[in-house]
């Protein structure tokens, strides 16, 4: 109860029309995807989202293990990563968007992630299909702790996804035929799910398999960030420029402006330096060739320092990119289905705790599921407003 009125004195300070509303280019830049590791980082972001264009960042709740490669190995420490996102969300106006992470094998995941809506969550985030070798001894993934993708316990959290139109960004590593094989399976059950595979799909150049997902859900994006893999996400585009302008103008209507360039308190990531990065993903799409200088945060060398190729897109498929796919995305909405004939799926294939953090403390009263939706449903009417 006491939650509640806490939410409603809340809301009650939210303008009627948001300020969503972008500022470049024409526009405004809508990120939708990007992680912090503390809340001091904060204000070093939104001088460079100011700096560069962007109007609004998804902040994609995250575990320690992604922010320091020397943690202990496993997936920890995300809940009060959570509760800082939403934080952020309302201490920023709706700049900042939180995106929480759900652990798969927390038996009361549904109820946190109702809980977190309330709270003030637009869309959610999974690493289940993460694969990449974080942990050195034995050489495990986030995939092995949160994994199989198509796990039973989750189909509560799909099935409400799919119901209540909740964007979820899910990092599906797609070239991996094992995790392909389940993230069809969970498609295919639940075909109206709202999904952003970032990364390009976490791809090298096998683009197929993410358009195949496209071609048959209406619901699927994805994202052209690439993490801390951009030093060779970037030249890999440079390399292939033809296929990916060719997928990018096919499937325009699909892909979504992101960066994940993980905000520390580093001491080279400095405003300058998330500027140059920022600027980076933007020439990869805006011009025909860019000169890209990033320096290493190890303060040796530079991540990247040539120059590549880029997409050079026209104005209208730039629009669609950095602000009318991440709100249709943002609202819950399907894209256009690109192939209505489309090729039949043939092959079928598990506690919070809420602490106090640089000086904030969340609340923790759970809602009614109708008081979580009325709000969700009132939010969205409001904060969406185009
Ligand atoms: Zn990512």
Request: charged share 30%; net charge negative; glycine share 6%.
């Amino acid at each position: 109860m006491i939650g509640f009125i806490v939410l409603a004195y809340r809301l009650s300070l939210v303008p009627e029309e948001h300020e969503f509303e972008p500022r470049l280019p024409d526009k405004g830049i809508i990120n939708v995807h990007e992680r912090i590791q503390k809340f001091s980082d904060s204000a070093k972001w939104l001088e460079a989202m100011e700096e560069c264009g962007i109007s609004a960042t998804c902040m994609l709740g995250s575990p320690k293990q992604t922010f320091l490669l020397s943690s202990p190995p496993g997936f920890s420490n995300y809940s009060v990563n959570n509760d800082m996102t939403i934080y952020l969300e309302e201490k920023y106006d709706s700049k900042i968007l939180a995106f929480p992470t759900i652990d798969p094998r927390d038996q009361e995941k549904l109820k946190i992630i109702k809980d977190q809506l309330a709270r003030g969550a637009i869309g959610f985030n999974s690493f289940s299909g993460h694969t990449a070798e974080l942990f050195p001894e034995p050489k495990k993934t986030i995939y092995d702790y949160l994994g199989p993708l198509n796990r039973s316990d989750m189909e509560e959290v799909y099935e409400y996804f799919e119901r209540e139109q909740i964007p979820f960004n899910w990092h599906v590593k797609l070239k991996n035929d094992t995790l392909y094989s389940q993230v069809r399976d969970v498609m295919k059950k639940y075909p109206d799910m709202i999904v952003d595979f970032p990364h390009f799909g976490v791809l090298g150049t096998d683009l197929y398999r993410l358009e195949e997902l496209m071609d048959n859900y209406s619901g699927v994006y994805t994202d052209i960030s690439f993490g801390g893999f951009a030093k060779w996400g970037m030249p890999r585009v440079s390399n292939n420029i033809e296929l990916y302008r060719e997928f990018v103008n096919k499937y325009h209507d699909r892909v979504m402006f992101g960066t994940d360039i993980v905000i520390t308190n580093n001491v080279r990531k400095t405003v300058p330096w998330l500027v140059d990065h920022i600027m980076a993903y933007r020439n990869m799409l805006e011009k025909d060739e860019y000169y890209v200088n990033i320096q290493n945060i190890t303060g040796e060398g530079f991540d990247l320092n040539e120059t590549l190729n880029g997409l050079g897109l026209g104005q209208e498929i730039l629009d669609e990119i950095y602000y009318e796919t991440p709100m249709r995305f943002l609202k819950g909405e399907p894209a256009e289905l690109k192939n209505s004939s489309s090729r039949a799926l043939e092959i079928s294939f598990e506690n919070k705790d809420v602490k106090e953090h640089d000086g904030f403390e969340m609340n923790n009263d759970l809602m009614s599921d109708e008081q979580v939706i009325d709000i969700v449903h009132k939010r969205k009417k409001r904060t969406m407003k185009i």
